[in-house]
């Protein structure tokens, strides 16, 4: 069964940093882009950060340079090193990947459950 599980997420004081992984499992021919989203109470979900298997990425405009995604292809994760934190990061942070199968066909999106980061003192 195909799952993504993300790890690391907890709390954390402001300025202080936190390191995010999600592992893909399952049968899997090829992930293309990986990506991390957040959600915080009484908001939409929006993007955090996106990397393809280049290692091309992209970021929410107000997260470039306090968060820096990678990925390991070989391992099929995919990690967020958040630093410099602010009470406005808490939310719940999703995982997510662009999923093929098999060969010849189109990628599917996963997520994972989502896992609670709270900036506070």
């Known amino acids: 069964q195909l799952q993504l599980v993300e790890s690391g997420g907890g709390l954390v004081q402001p300025g202080g940093f936190l390191r995010l992984s999600c592992a893909a499992s399952?049968?899997?021919?090829?992930?293309?882009?990986m990506g991390w989203y957040r959600q915080a109470p009484g908001k939409q979900r929006e993007l955090v950060a996106t990397?393809?298997?280049?290692?091309?990425?992209n970021y929410a405009g107000s997260l470039k340079g306090r968060f820096t995604i990678s990925r390991d292809n070989a391992k099929k994760t995919v990690s967020l090193q958040m630093n410099s934190l602010k009470p406005e990061d808490t939310a719940v942070y999703y995982c997510?990947?662009?999923?093929?199968?098999?060969?010849?066909?189109?990628?599917?999106?996963?997520w994972g459950q989502g896992t609670q980061v709270t900036v506070s003192s």
């Open positions: 990397i393809t298997s280049g290692s091309f990425t």
């Open positions: 399952g049968s899997i021919f090829g992930i293309n882009v």
């Open positions: 997510a990947a662009d999923i093929v199968l098999r060969d010849w066909t189109r990628p599917t999106t996963y």
